[in-house]
Structures are given as structure tokens and as C-alpha cells.
């Protein structure tokens, strides 16, 4: 399939030739067709990077080109425009302009002006007054220049919203309900997204007449060509995990993604401090500051651009080879979006999230929503990350082209002669040694980064649980084991009443500490051995009652706890054993009013063990 089966008009062709498109993306072939045929309202969702700006913006300019030609006359000359392309940040807005000027090298009748703010309004108010045919703009900027009386939008026939989800959780779902109600009702719109949330279907269903949609791959679905891995570290290692991805891939050229404007300067900062070529993007930058970086970045003078989501919408690079998320986004959507600045135009890329153990719930939500698979990887060794970088410097040296040079030549004689003595060997392990030093000296002093076991445990967080179980008493009370916990619906409340109930007299009852299958409570030093005792001797609901000294059950708690047989609880009431002796029945109150949480401790039964 080409371009010019798909209907594309020659110059438009002859202009994407020049650009080295061969042959038209999925998106491209699924959605030009229906764009050149007979005006109609379309919804578009398929994956960032998939070439949804030619999709829509050459049937837009040819579209354009044909309505300048059909009226031979100019009735824009105020500053009213034919087409409307609304995106959510400066970035992309100007790389749409950028690809529709390029798109429309030939058609000279088509002019383009990107609107957006921090920039001079000035021009783009001088621009608006000669006339332009199409507008890309940002919602803001271009409410400022329609109150302003210089951006009119009655003659616009075609309005179109990329990264429209974005927009929406940006916020300007007012602002551009202010801009459709100032473009004709006849007008057409198209809708581009990467994922389908519910926020679009509520546009569609308000702006849109029986819009046509064209799903490319699957909703929601990430990047076919993305691999996606994580790993589980300990908050405190996040930014040591983050150095030791860096320097594992000796060729990364990446984006790591950061949740707040402040972590991301940090970030950036640190990075630059131990010598990495990163830099910050983000939304308390000037416009010139950001460019400034931008452009840094695109020519490759940076390996790492630490972003926030907003600043990184529009980004449009070419061959990145991995996204970092330091820390998952807030919504799933995001997470797609991110991923999907790497793996453009059928190339492979590498998604890469650092989180925490108590963010493992929200990787089983990505890979449900998004169908992508998030493999667990453990961190790179500090051997395996010097044997990468050694090979990368290897693999540096092979590609390196040899060319003739006259000041090399002239003086190669005399290096080959000075170091005649050193062997092959020993020449290699000087220049690697020379260039590798200081990692090589890092990992062989650089603290232990802690990472989760198999089920998302991190080893402080054992530790804790260990000594919060374990926890020394307050002076003058004692610390007791019990073998009923919260999965027995064991709440503090019912293990006082418990307690009161199997032992005479009143317990002075110190701190509960409730675990999923067992508890551990603290009362008087001097009444602790009467509570064993006592509590030891009764039966809640056909189960033994174990309770002992927290010190003496130690790390074999689970063991203990067994030693009660586990059963089925419920409400209903047992029928008394043969030649046991039953208490009274009672029903304490629950601590929370109207609580629901039936327990077996509602209905309690106390059953002393017959001794012997």
C-alpha cells in the first residue's frame, strides 16, 4: 500500500517522499481514507508513536488546499482559519506545526501558525491578521486570542484534538467547550487518543454526530514492540537503583519519569553531580530554558532527560531506547503514554518502572488493563555492570571508522614506538582500566540496595514486622502470644472482653497488636501468669485458646499458632459437648456502631478443657 493508492494527492506525496516515507502506518492506512472521503466526525485510538499526526494532518491539508482552490479567493484574510488542531502543551503543539509544514512543502496556499503561551503574543497576533489556513494551539492561548478579537473560528471546518485524554486531565474540559462553541455546528471533529477513558466517550457523546471509530492494535493497549520490566527496592534505594539501570545500558538514551516537578529537578540534579549527561524538563522552565533542553536533547548531547508527564506529552524523539519510571504514574493511562515514547516506527524499546513493594497491586492493574506483561527483574550486580560498560567501550572501538588523517598519521609512528613496550594485553587492561576506574571502584564500595523477595517483601519490612511482633513491653507489664488474629475477626475489643471473660478478676491490659493469624497483647507482669494459665484452659467455638509468653514462642509464632486447629467459623450456635461445662452466653457490644463484621466472639462460648 503507498501513499497514493490511499488517495493522498501528488504534492503532499512528493513532500512525504522527501521526508523518507515509504509506505503508510497502520493508523495512516485505517484512517486517511475515511478523512478524504465524505466529511465525517472520527474517533482514532492507537499507540503513541504510531503516526497519528500524518493520519490526520494530510487528508487535513489536503482537505485544506482543495477548499482554497474551489473558492479561488482569499476569505480568510482577517485571521480566520479552515482547520483547528487543539493539543495539550507547547511541545506538541509545535512539533504538529512543524510536521504539517513540512507535509505541506507544496502546497504554498496552505499557511500554519502554532499558537501556544510562553511566547511572544505579539507575533502570533500579527500572524493571525495576515491570515493563516490552519491553527495548532494549546486550549489557553487560544481562548486569550479569541477574547482578543484576532483568532476567529467561524469559518473552521475541521477541528481536531490530539492527546485528547491528556487535555482532559490537564483540566481544559472547560476550555474547550469554550472553543466548540465558537466553531460553526457544520464543522467536523476528529478525536486521536492513545487510550479510551471515560472522559472521551463523554466528548463524543456531546460535540460529536454518530462519529466513526478506528481502533488500531487493541483500547489501551501499549506498544507490541515495548518490553516491559521492574524492579521492587526499598524508598530509600530508588535513586541507587536508578544509577545502576543507567550504567547497565553503556548506550541508553532515555526519558526517566518523575511525579512532581520538585523530584524532578532533584533527580536531575544528582545525576549531574555524579557525572551523568542528564538534564530537567519541566513546567517551571521558561520557554527558552525548555527549548534549550529540548534541543540538547534531540542532537544527543544528553543521554538522559529527567521529564514530568505534562512536560514529555509532546515529545516526538526519535530511537529512544528506554523509559524509566521513577515511581508509577497515577493512572494506567499515563503509564501507557510514558512507555510509548520509546518504540517508534516498528523499533524495540525497554519500559523500565522502579517501585516500591506496596506498589505491586497497581503492576497487576497495568498488565490487566493495558495487556502488556511487566516482568520482575533483579538489579544488575556491580560485576555485571562493569563487564557491560567494559564490552561497550569494546564494542565503541570496533565501530569506530578509520579515515585518513594527516595530523593521526604524522604523529603515529612515535605513540606506536613509546608504548612498543606494552603488550596487547597490557595495553587493553590500561585503557579500560583508565577509563573505568572510578566505577569499578564505586561498585566495589557502594552500599547494598534492598531489594523485595518473591512476594514483594523488602528485608526492613520483615525485619520490622519481626520487631514489631517481638517488641520489648512496657516496664512493669508483659508481653503474651495469642493464637487468634484478624482472619478469626479478632478485634481489641473482643480480646479484652475475651480476657475478662476467661480470667477472675480485672486484667490491667496494655498494647494489642493484631496479626492476620495471630495477636499479641501486654498486661501486668504480676498477672501475666495467671492470664497463661487461665486463657490456656478454655476453647473458643470448638478451638483451643493458646496463649503464652511472647519471648518464649520468638521466631516460631506460625508454629505455635497451629498448634490450634485452624476451622470454619460462624455465627450460628453449637450445640454443647457431652461432659463439657458451658458458661453463659453473652453479647458484647461492638466498638463500631452498626458494625457488620459478625465474629465468632459475638457469640462466644467459653469451653473449659477438662483436666486430668
Same mark, same amino acid.
Given at each position: ?562 498448634? /490450634? *486447629?485452624?476451622? #470454619?467459623? &460462624?455465627? +450460628? %450456635? @453449637?450445640?454443647? !459437648? =457431652? /461432659? *463439657?461445662?458451658? #458458661?453463659? &452466653?453473652? +453479647? %458484647? @457490644?461492638?466498638? !463500631? =456502631? /452498626? ?12 469451653? =473449659?478443657?477438662?483436666?486430668?
Amino acid at each position: 500500500m503507498t501513499f497514493e493508492a490511499l488517495g493522498v494527492s501528488a504534492p503532499i506525496c512528493q513532500a512525504v517522499a522527501e521526508l523518507g516515507y515509504e509506505q503508510p502506518m497502520p493508523v495512516q492506512e485505517a484512517v486517511i481514507p475515511h478523512l478524504l472521503g465524505e466529511p465525517q466526525d472520527l474517533i482514532a485510538l492507537a499507540q503513541t508513536g504510531t503516526g497519528k499526526t500524518a493520519a490526520f494532518g494530510l487528508p487535513l491539508l489536503q482537505n485544506v488546499a482543495r477548499s482554497l482552490d474551489e473558492s479561488k479567493t482569499r476569505t480568510n484574510a482577517s485571521g480566520h482559519a479552515r482547520a483547528l488542531v487543539l493539543c495539550p502543551t507547547r511541545e506538541l503543539c509545535l512539533q504538529i506545526s512543524d510536521d504539517l509544514t513540512e507535509y505541506s512543502k507544496y502546497l504554498p496556499s496552505v499557511r500554519i501558525l502554532p499558537v501556544y503561551g510562553g511566547s511572544s503574543i505579539e507575533a502570533q497576533i500579527r500572524t493571525l491578521r495576515r491570515g493563516v489556513e490552519v491553527i495548532v494551539a494549546t486550549p489557553g492561548r487560544l481562548i486569550d486570542l479569541m477574547e482578543r478579537g484576532v483568532a476567529s473560528l467561524d469559518e473552521v471546518q475541521t477541528v481536531v484534538l490530539d492527546e485528547a485524554d491528556e487535555m482532559l486531565n490537564m483540566g481544559f474540559t472547560e476550555s474547550l467547550q469554550t472553543i466548540l462553541a465558537q466553531v460553526p455546528k457544520e464543522r467536523h471533529l476528529l478525536l486521536f487518543s492513545a487510550t479510551m477513558p471515560r472522559e472521551i466517550s463523554s466528548i463524543a457523546a456531546s460535540y460529536m454526530h454518530h462519529p466513526r471509530e478506528i481502533v488500531v492494535g487493541t483500547k489501551n493497549q501499549g506498544n507490541a514492540n515495548i518490553k516491559h520490566h521492574y524492579y521492587v527496592v526499598s524508598a530509600r534505594h530508588k535513586y541507587l537503583a536508578l544509577k545502576r539501570i543507567a550504567d547497565y545500558y553503556p548506550s541508553i538514551y532515555g526519558i526517566i519519569f518523575c511525579r512532581t516537578r520538585k523530584e524532578t529537578q532533584e533527580i536531575a540534579d544528582q545525576l549531574i553531580r555524579d557525572g551523568y549527561n542528564a538534564d530537567a524538563l519541566h513546567g517551571e522552565l521558561s520557554q527558552a530554558q525548555r527549548d534549550y533542553v529540548m534541543q540538547k536533547f534531540r542532537i544527543r548531547n544528553l543521554q538522559l532527560l529527567v521529564a514530568t508527564d505534562v512536560a514529555a506529552r509532546g515529545l516526538d524523539v526519535n530511537d529512544l531506547t528506554h523509559v524509566i519510571h521513577y515511581g508509577l504514574p497515577d493512572d494506567i493511562e499515563s503509564y501507557t503514554h510514558r512507555s510509548g515514547r520509546t518504540a517508534r516506527a516498528g523499533k524495540m524499546g525497554l519500559s523500565i518502572a522502579i517501585c516500591h513493594s506496596r506498589e505491586r497491586g497497581r503492576i497487576r492493574d497495568i498488565e490487566r488493563i493495558s495487556h502488556a506483561t511487566l516482568e520482575r527483574k533483579n538489579l544488575p550486580t556491580g560485576q555485571e555492570i562493569c563487564q557491560k560498560q567494559l564490552f561497550g567501550l569494546a564494542d565503541r572501538i570496533e565501530r569506530v571508522e578509520l579515515t585518513e588523517d594527516a595530523t593521526l598519521e604524522s604523529v603515529l609512528p612515535d605513540l606506536l614506538r613509546k608504548l612498543d613496550w606494552l603488550d596487547k594485553e597490557e595495553l587493553m587492561r590500561r585503557i579500560m582500566l583508565m577509563e573505568f576506574r572510578r566505577m569499578l571502584d564505586y561498585y566495589e564500595s557502594e552500599e547494598a540496595i534492598e531489594e523485595a523477595d518473591d512476594k514483594g517483601k523488602l528485608p526492613t519490612e520483615r525485619k520490622e514486622k519481626r520487631d514489631k511482633r517481638n517488641a520489648v513491653a512496657e516496664e512493669g507489664m508483659k508481653r503474651l502470644f495469642i493464637n487468634f488474629g484478624k482472619l478469626d475477626k479478632m478485634y481489641p475489643n473482643k480480646l479484652i472482653e475475651l480476657i475478662n471473660k476467661c480470667v477472675p478478676g480485672r486484667v490491667k491490659i496494655g498494647k494489642i497488636d493484631l496479626m492476620p493469624r495471630f495477636s499479641f497483647f501486654e498486661v501486668d507482669e504480676h498477672e501475666a501468669s495467671e492470664v497463661v494459665t487461665s486463657m490456656s484452659s478454655y476453647e473458643v467455638d470448638g478451638r483451643r485458646i493458646v496463649v503464652d509468653y511472647a519471648d518464649a514462642v520468638g521466631a516460631s509464632e506460625g508454629k505455635r499458632e497451629r498448634r /490450634g *486447629k485452624r476451622t #470454619h467459623f &460462624d455465627d +450460628s %450456635p @453449637r450445640a454443647p !459437648r =457431652k /461432659g *463439657k461445662k458451658h #458458661h453463659d &452466653d453473652y +453479647s %458484647p @457490644r461492638s466498638s !463500631r =456502631k /452498626g458494625d457488620s463484621h459478625s465474629s465468632p466472639f459475638d457469640k462466644y462460648k467459653g469451653k =473449659k478443657k477438662s483436666r486430668r
